[in-house]
């Protein structure tokens, strides 16, 4: 079974789309997350929710709008995609007050042309 | 404001070299610490953490990494690297009421020569 799970692995679309990225995790923790990681590796967190409720809401666009119907669950919809939406984006989860170890889904690689 | 640099951006050694890629970090309390490995078109996994005790973590694959709090630092070594060593690592950093936030170092790709 997979602890993290995202999908799709791949999206290819067009400037100005709209996409949705969804992510389920099944280890029972409390708290999600959405990164972001670009070309040169670089990893930036974007949002986090725990138990539901956004905790963390890095300056991101308001194209992106994520969502988490229950804990176990986080979305990410992207409106009028741009070019340098272009990225892998991971989804994560953890225990918020616990080791705080994170746990990484596969990613999903968007490319925007 | 908490920040974590890593010193190398791009490593490149032989097999059976020895490794050591260095992490620093600005925090002056409690922190947790961690190694993360990104093998070549896949997710994060952990290496290895730090929360407490022994500073001298050791880790999967032989990796460790050595706590050294009046440094600041949490530099992961390796004794002797192989080719399948090839990956990106990424330090993170967790300040003890910092919102549980980890802040992440920008990554150095190691290149294993075989």
């Known amino acids: 079974d997979t602890a993290v799970s995202q999908t799709p692995k791949y999206l290819v679309t067009q400037m100005g789309n709209d996409k949705s990225i969804k992510c389920e995790q099944n280890?029972?923790?409390?708290?999600m997350y959405w990164y972001k990681q670009d070309s040169k590796k670089f990893l930036k967190i974007m949002f986090s929710?725990?138990?539901?409720?956004?905790?963390i809401n890095e300056t991101v666009p308001n194209r992106f709008s994520p969502k988490s119907p229950d804990k176990a669950h986080l979305n990410l919809h992207i409106n009028s995609l741009e070019l340098g939406d272009s990225a892998v984006y991971f989804c994560?989860?953890?225990?918020?007050?616990?080791?705080?170890?994170?746990?990484f889904g596969e990613g999903s690689r968007l490319t925007v042309l | 404001a908490q920040s974590v640099s890593q010193h190398n951006h791009h490593v490149i050694l032989s097999e059976a070299a020895s490794l050591e890629l260095g992490c620093n970090y600005s925090?002056?309390?409690?922190?947790?610490l961690f190694w993360y490995v990104q093998y070549p078109g896949q997710h994060l996994q952990l290496l290895l953490k730090?929360?407490?005790?022994d500073p001298l973590v050791k880790g999967i694959k032989g990796f460790e990494a050595e706590f050294i709090k009046s440094k600041f630092s949490f530099n992961l070594r390796k004794p002797s690297v192989q080719w399948s060593d090839t990956a990106e690592y990424f330090c993170?950093?967790?300040?003890?009421?910092?919102?549980?936030?980890?802040?992440w170092g920008a990554g150095t790709k190691l290149i294993i020569k075989p």
């Open positions: 994560a989860s953890s225990h918020l007050q616990g080791t705080g170890e994170l746990f």
């Open positions: 280890l029972g923790h409390d708290t």
């Open positions: 929710y725990n138990n539901k409720e956004l905790i």
């Open positions: 925090y002056g309390g409690t922190v947790n």
């Open positions: 730090y929360f407490s005790g």
């Open positions: 993170a950093v967790r300040g003890a009421g910092s919102n549980y936030q980890l802040i």
